[in-house]
T-cell receptor
Framework: DTGVSQDPRHKITKRGQNVTFRCDPI?????LYWYRQTLGQGPEFLTY????????KSRLLSDRFSAERPKGSFSTLEIQRTEQGDSAMYLC??????????????FGPGTRLLVL | AQSVAQPEDQVNVAEGNPLTVKCTYS??????LFWYVQYPNRGLQFLLK??????LVKGSYGFEAEFNKSQTSFHLKKPSALVSDSALYFC????????????FGAGTRLFVKA
């Protein structure tokens, strides 16, 4: 399967702990996105990479959140000092850029985080 | 600011009947519009998109959507619903002037009854 993969699929942690999620995009895709989805809501944009460069970050992404995409391949999203409000589904998507921005984003299955 | 509205939390339709899931948007610049479907505990699956050209867009699983610029709408349609179409549907918008941030609607849950 050559789709977007995410690991782990589920994570339960205690408040105050750090967690890290991994996303492996479709191999030829140069753009990678992170979203957060809470129950009953649509995905909310967190951040976006073009190759290894992080080009845009949402105001939702507090100082406790950091994302990297070394070498422009896989990406990691780390949440430090987790809070109960961080409980959500974290979705990763990737795309191959087309001139003008109309390309399709392909989503991974998500990582469901529960902070106790 | 970009926004997307899906005015119906839930749509109920009988199998075999046509279905419509509504979406309206607000953007500055030309919109790129997308529909995704989400099944329980799964990521989003792409259905179709409008970039430019013909206002009627055909996508996966027999779905289609019509871009209406004057009404700023992009409603999702299917001529004959299947029970297996029951899922959560999201409309999304991006513009060519707003970076690469995509705004999603809150979603509409579709129930198709046998």
């Amino acid at each position: 399967d050559t789709g977007v993969s995410q690991d782990p699929r589920h994570k339960i942690t205690k408040r105050g702990q750090n967690v890290t999620f991994r996303c492996d995009p479709i191999s030829e895709h140069n753009r990678l996105y992170w979203y957060r989805q809470t129950l009953g809501q649509g995905p909310e944009f967190l951040t976006y990479f073009q190759n290894e460069a992080q080009l845009e970050k949402s105001r939702l992404l507090s100082d406790r959140f950091s994302a990297e995409r070394p070498k422009g391949s896989f990406s990691t999203l780390e949440i430090q000092r987790t809070e109960q409000g961080d409980s959500a589904m974290y979705l990763c998507a990737s795309s191959l850029d087309l001139a003008g921005g109309g390309e399709t984003q392909y989503f991974g299955p998500g990582t469901r985080l529960l902070v106790l | 600011a970009q926004s997307v509205a899906q005015p119906e939390d839930q749509v109920n339709v009988a199998e075999g009947n046509p279905l419509t899931v509504k979406c309206t948007y607000s953007v500055s610049g030309n919109p790129y519009l997308f529909w995704y479907v989400q099944y329980p505990n799964r990521g989003l699956q792409f259905l179709l998109k409008y970039i430019t050209g013909d206002n009627l867009v055909k996508g996966s699983y027999g779905f289609e959507a019509e871009f209406n610029k004057s009404q700023t709408s992009f409603h999702l349609k299917k001529p004959s619903a299947l029970v297996s179409d029951s899922a959560l549907y999201f409309c999304a918008v991006r513009t060519n002037t707003g970076g690469f941030k995509t705004i999603f609607g809150a979603g509409t849950r579709l129930f198709v009854k046998a």
